[in-house]
């Protein structure tokens, strides 16, 4: 049996075998924590707890749901009306309207860029006035509730970068990602599930090759407790949250604790705040095996519900069982909920994939919104949907083969929706040219985007930041503005 004295021993031989580098650890993130503890406040850091002072301002949103659209949804086919094009297909774009917009390599060094005009007629809602294509006209119908911004634009042409960008504020891989910003900025609400939750899908026929990679969620550089947890949507929803066999409920209880006290010591000699991470990651393993299952039960939601959201809400890894699945989480105190789904690339199959892509899509996202709202949530809840940039309104390939054509990537000029959390319904804000190609009025960057959604959540963007590597970074780097003629 292993006596106190014992173990005081053992710690003191510990402390002698320290290497610089441990007490240099220690120092920065030991002292250094204890030391911002005592300014902050012993709460400070503490799990449910965000920064003090935070939020800065009454917040309109209370929750984001974010509904991201990987691989670039053609503006001009589903969201940007321009009449004329119709009556321009095949035409050239002018040189004068494509100086200086920068074009991926695939279509930089063409010779002539043919007008592709909308695939599919565009009617006008007769409450918002919107028009919108027929291929999201389950979208036109909340219409009346949405802010669409036909002038959003960013710096990327490739995908990654292009994602990264919207969901960390910077190309490169490495920053904490708008979920994690705002976990570390306002806490957590829920002390059964993670307070930034995130769920893949894509279109069944894998159309297309883009990947999810992890620090699209992730926590960059500040602590490893706020990234995203990815739900999966086969198997457990979160790794190893099933017991193994022989293994009772009190008996994982007192394992958890049992490792909890274990690295709560070794944090006390080396003060890694990941060690925190760790404790905290496996204490809400422990609660979230009573609170996922129940989470992820529809049995009880009535079928008019159900309907809402499309046929394909029984299917697995699907769009719309993610969705129904989104409002759940809200409904349980998840501040930030992540879907991604890939399936937008259109360079060559156009004509048939956007169509599908729609159908996957169009309707859960509207089911997602009309069932927020008759629950009474979507006042505080922020629903965002949008791709990392939009498509060009030439074609690529041959236009006149129905079967193999489509659209380049686009960032000069693009559209994304926001509904609920603060901001207007039945608003359209900016505008491109006659080409949908520059815009020409109201520009919204990608910087301005994250600083407006921080802001319905009330969060100065300015004012939220991490000291790291001699800096403080922020979500909007030292960038953005507030799109204020969005804001309710």
Known sequence: MITPFDRSLFHHADRLRQTRRHFLGKTATGIGTAALASLLGKDAGAAGSGLPGFPNHLARAKRVIYLMQTGGPSHLDLFDYKPDMYGRHGQNIPDSVRAGVRLSTMT?????YPVLSPLRPFQRDPVSGMW????VSHTRGISDRISLINSMHTEAVNHAPGVTFFLTGHQLPGRPSMGAWTSYGLGTASEDLPSFVVMLSRDRENSCGQLFYDYYWGSGFIPGKYQGVNFRSQGD????LSDPKGLSRDMKKGLIDDIA???REHQEVVGDPEISTRIAQYEMAYRMQTSVPELTDLSNEPQHILDLYGPD???????ARNCLLARRLAERGVQFIQLMHAGWDQHNNIPTQLAVQCQDTDQPSAGLVRDLEQRGLLEDTLVIWGGEFGRTPFGQGDIKNPKAH??????????LWMAGGGVKGGYQHGKTDDYAYNIVEGKV?????????MHLLGIDHERLTYRFQGRRFRLTDVHGHVVKEVLG
Do not use: I, W
């Open 313 to 319: 809400v029984q299917r697995p890894g699907s769009f």
């Open 445 to 453: 960057h990608v910087h301005d985007f994250q600083a407006t959604v």
């Open 261 to 263: 006290a274990l690295n």
């Open 132 to 135: 919108l294509s027929d291929l």
């Open 237 to 240: 929803p979160v790794l190893f």
């Open 406 to 415: 489509g659209r380049d990537h686009h960032g000069a000029a693009f559209s």
């Open 108 to 112: 930089g060094n063409y010779k002539e």
